[in-house]
């Protein structure tokens, strides 16, 4: 029942939203989101580690086509809600310092767009995840379209033909599986269950992959997303990095490595090295940016190659390191956008040029500026160390060359957030920046938390793994002996 | 290096703050070796720090301008040109090709790619369209050129 509740409360929340006078719109969505995070939190400690039949819920839904309403959550499903959970309530503060249109729908739809995604997160059918997958992605279309800034229609239409593109494929891969080869059913058992041939097991692999990598994105399918990180109001954006490119990576470990095991040990490594190349390609053009909000756009895909790669080891360290950083990317993603969003409400627009010496006048938001750029960059007892060290760690393993390339983020990533940090806040100050509006409680209420989840998950990141342990270790060794068994038939 | 060195009875407490999924390789040094690589360390800045003293303190020498400066002071007082050095080969190279790939490929090849196919399914529909003049007996003509297409290949086919 929690696991429904999960979905369904803020789904039904957004709603409601529709039908309530507009002023309470801001008021009632935290207060949903508060909800959610309270129930995640109550889940995070009664968990016992396997997938517990009190949180699971399997109905038959359509009975001639053998789809099941299906949702379960292991530690791995737990996680992933704890993130969309844990951050929902920052994004919608997030919010309250601008002003949107119809804000009854632009926070209903943030709400709907949570539910979605948590029903990505648990779905234990392929039928019914494809269909969170899919409802996941409509109001993140409308948010972008009607509130973003700038050529809205052109960005959204290429984020539409990119997804649209990637989810047709998928929808293929997942009626194959679901039905054909004697299988009759699209729950999760039974796909696990399936005996394929290594070529069906090739052609799904790369029907999965191809929406995934949109989705992450990992190069060279990644063009929609800095125009569209860059176009969509602050909000969205950090819905969007924060926690639904996580779908992507969240499903090559549920749908893809245990699904088709052959075919990622025979492809897994060409994948990897297009989500290095991908590391090393966006940290040289993140370098280049003069806009914040596109230069932590082009940082968010170098991160997510790196968790992208480490996933592809199929080893333990790697896919606890991928899980870890998950949580760490999706905080720093919120810090870093909320930055560049108060800058912007202070000078008009998020071009680092012109800017300097803004340190002199709010050392407080300098010092939090400071904590979050440190932590993307992973310096040590930040939480985005331990995830970054172990996927290298993993990856190192895997194909020591690999790490050339992955871990020129991690030094690049350094300059380019140091050289930033030091055009806007060091300096001298100037005609534009000789003013700096305190920050609100609002600005407070964000920055803060994340400074201190920042300190919290860097310093004890062992309880995340404790929780993602059972199911990763199960899906390692159960890949191992489905290879091994290919190998010596 | 995340503890207080064991030298001074660090007890190792972030050993295991990654549990067992990291495993954890000690390298074990003698302890002798420690104490003496610490002892040239500080020996070293000592020393530095006389010299500066007795030569700015006591000698009241005035540094030199940067302009004045010249075979090795100069090299030293730019750090052996290593900054010059990286920012040639390596910092200024980086940018370029950084420029290159967001201009190029990203905005040109890629970009062309996706947009494109996205445009040449918006021209062809364009095309297509005109064809729907309202005109019912063009219709009815289209039709029955279709039925002879079919017809066709049901007997010759």
Known sequence: MLTLLFILFPIVSGLALLALPKQY????????????????????????????????????????????????????????????????????????????????????????????????????DMFL??????????????????????????????????????????????????WSGGNTSSDVHAIYNMSLSNSAQNYIFFAFMLAYAIKIPIFPMHTWQPDTYTTAPAPATMLLGGVMLKMGLYSIIRWVIPVVPHAVEEYGLMIAVFASVGVLYASLIAWTQRDLKRMFAWS?????????????????????????????????????????????????????????????????????????????????????????????????????????????????????????????????????????????????????????????????????????????????????????????? | MLDIPALFGGDMMMMHFLGEVVPINEAHVAEGTETMLMAIGTIAIILVVLYAASRYMRRQEVPETDAEMHGMGKVLNHKFYIDEFYNSVIVQPLRTMGNFLVNVIDALIIDGIVTGTGRIAGDISARVKSLQTGNVSFYLFIMALGMAAILCMILFI
């Open chain 1, 25 to 124: 719109a801001k008021q009632v969505s935290l207060a949903s989101a508060l909800i959610s995070l309270a129930l995640t939190v109550y889940a995070v400690f009664d968990f016992t580690g396997a997938m517990s039949a009190s949180y699971s819920m399997d109905n038959i839904w359509v009975e001639g086509l053998g789809v099941h309403f299906h949702i379960a959550m292991d530690g791995i499903s737990l996680l992933m809600l704890l993130l969309s959970n844990l951050l929902m309530p920052f994004i919608v503060l997030t919010a309250n310092g601008d002003q949107y249109e119809r804000p009854a729908l632009f926070y209903a739809l943030m709400l709907i767009m949570q539910g979605a995604m948590n029903g990505v997160f648990v779905a234990m």
């Open chain 1, 129 to 178: 995840y494809y269909i969170f997958w899919e409802l996941a992605l409509i109001p993140a279309y409308i948010l972008v379209l009607w509130w973003g800034k700038g050529e809205t229609r052109r960005i959204t239409f290429k984020f539409f033909l990119y997804t649209l593109f990637g989810s047709l494929f998928m929808l293929v891969a997942i009626i194959w599986l679901s």
């Open chain 1, 300 to 489: 968010s895909i170098a991160h997510v190659g790196l968790i992208t790669a480490g996933l592809f080891t199929v080893s333990e360290i790697g896919l606890q390191g991928g899980l870890i950083q998950m949580l760490a990317h999706g905080i720093n993603l919120i810090g870093l956008f909320y930055i560049a969003q108060i800058l912007m409400r202070r000078y008009g627009n998020n071009s680092t040029e012109g800017l300097g010496g803004i340190r002199s006048i709010a050392p407080v938001f300098a010092g939090l500026y400071l904590v979050v750029l440190l932590a993307s960059v992973a310096l040590p007892l930040t939480n985005a160390f331990p995830g970054e060290w172990m996927l290298l760690n993993a990856i190192f393993s895997y194909h020591g060359w690999l790490t050339v390339l992955a871990g020129s983020g991690v030094i690049i990533g350094a300059v380019y957030m140091l050289q930033s940090y030091q055009r806007i806040m060091l300096g001298e100050q100037n005609g534009k920046t000789h003013v700096f509006a305190p920050l609100t409680s609002t600005d407070k209420w964000v920055l803060i938390p994340v400074v201190l989840m920042i300190f919290i998950m860097g310093m004890f990141p062992q309880w995340i793994s404790d929780i993602t342990a059972a199911p990763v270790h199960d899906i390692v060794e159960k890949f191992q002996s489905q290879t091994m068994q290919t190998l010596n038939p």
